[in-house]
């Protein structure tokens, strides 16, 4: 597998198994973030459940993938709650 950036070969593949100890934030807007601490979100590129998995470039940092993704469950809820209040 090469780089979707710069072609070069060296990618690291991570992985780990994080049950429910996973944490991300979101930028929603200019004022509000989505926090999440549980399982890994299947929708997020990055693995799901227990299983966090990414691959990037040694060379130029580039995470490997297919981008950009459509927006997760977590920032619809973060969206749809902003539009109630």
């Known amino acids: 597998m090469a780089c979707s950036r710069c072609k070069s070969i060296r990618i690291a593949n991570a992985g780990g198994k994080c049950s429910d100890l996973f ?3 979101i930028q929603i807007d200019e004022e509000n973030v989505q926090e999440h601490d549980g399982y890994v979100p299947d929708d997020l590129g990055i693995g799901g459940g227990d299983y966090m998995e990414v691959s ?11 981008w950009p993704l459509p927006r997760t469950e977590l920032e619809e809820k973060a969206l749809a709650k902003l539009e109630e209040e």
Do not use: E
């Open 23 to 25: 944490g991300v934030s």
């Open 56 to 66: 990037y470039c040694l060379d130029c940092g580039q995470i490997q993938g297919t």
